[in-house]
């Protein structure tokens, strides 16, 4: 099944506490992207990756960092997270060039930041 | 300045009409693409429809078309004969070509209530 998997579901951690947030998915995408959603905002972009090894910055990159060393994989590192980025993350993929290409989206992670 | 505009925070509409779900956009690309998702309580988010800037016609996926009027920049949702299950938030998105095609706007949602 296409699917894009993201772990944990669900989080609960303190400030400063390092955390990574995983995302794959199977069906080879060029193309990926994080978002978080806040009440009243809607999703917004915090990094993109458009291959392995090539990363850029979105609209709210501060606080966070990406790698993104095989294809499948683009996990999320808060290295210091904060109580303003509490929020719910969706991870994305799509295929390249094609401009009505869809994104499709991971479950989502809940991040509760104490 | 907001590139998603969607106006209508909250949607109520009886079982069985159609209800029509506003975004409007900014833009000076000529090429752009609209999407639309439906996000249900469960959290997931479900692309609904697109419509491409070049495209002529009005998009139209079973019962969801969408109004797109490239002039005033607006590409309203139509749900047509609505559902319990259409209840959920519905977001418009936007898709530039600048960097690559990367910049994915998201409207703030419009929260669709469907009354039995």
């Known amino acids: 099944e296409a699917q894009v998997t993201q772990n944990p579901r669900y989080l609960i951690t303190v400030t400063g506490k390092k955390l990574t947030v995983t995302c794959s998915q199977n069906?080879?995408?060029?193309?990926m992207s994080w978002y978080r959603q806040d009440p009243g905002l809607g999703l917004r972009q915090i990094y993109y990756?458009?291959?392995?090894?090539?990363?850029d910055k979105g609209d709210v990159p501060e606080g966070y960092k990406v790698s993104r060393k095989e294809k499948r994989n683009f996990p999320l590192i808060l290295e210091s997270p904060s109580p303003n980025q509490t929020s719910l993350y969706f991870c994305?993929?799509?295929?390249?060039?094609?401009?009505?290409?869809?994104?499709?989206f991971g479950p989502g992670t809940r991040l509760l930041v104490l | 300045a907001q590139k998603i505009t969607q106006t209508q925070p909250g949607m109520f509409v009886q079982e069985k009409e159609a209800v029509t779900l506003d975004c409007t956009y900014d833009?000076?690309?000529?090429?752009?693409?609209l999407f639309w998702y439906k996000q249900p309580s469960s959290g997931e988010m479900i692309f609904l429809i697109y419509?491409?800037?070049?495209?002529?016609q009005n998009a139209t996926e079973g019962r969801y078309s969408l109004n797109f009027q490239k002039a005033r920049k607006s590409a309203n949702l139509v749900i047509s004969a609505s559902q319990l299950g259409d209840s959920a938030m519905y977001f418009c998105?936007?898709?530039?070509?600048?960097?690559?095609?990367?910049?994915?706007?998201f409207g703030p949602g419009t929260r669709l209530s469907v009354l039995p």
């Open positions: 419509q491409g800037s070049y495209d002529e």
């Open positions: 998105a936007m898709r530039e070509t600048d960097n690559y095609g990367q910049n994915f706007v």
């Open positions: 833009t000076s690309d000529q090429s752009y693409g």
């Open positions: 990756s458009m291959n392995v090894e090539v990363t």
């Open positions: 069906m080879n995408h060029e193309y």
């Open positions: 994305a993929s799509r295929r390249g060039g094609v401009m009505g290409e869809t994104q499709y």
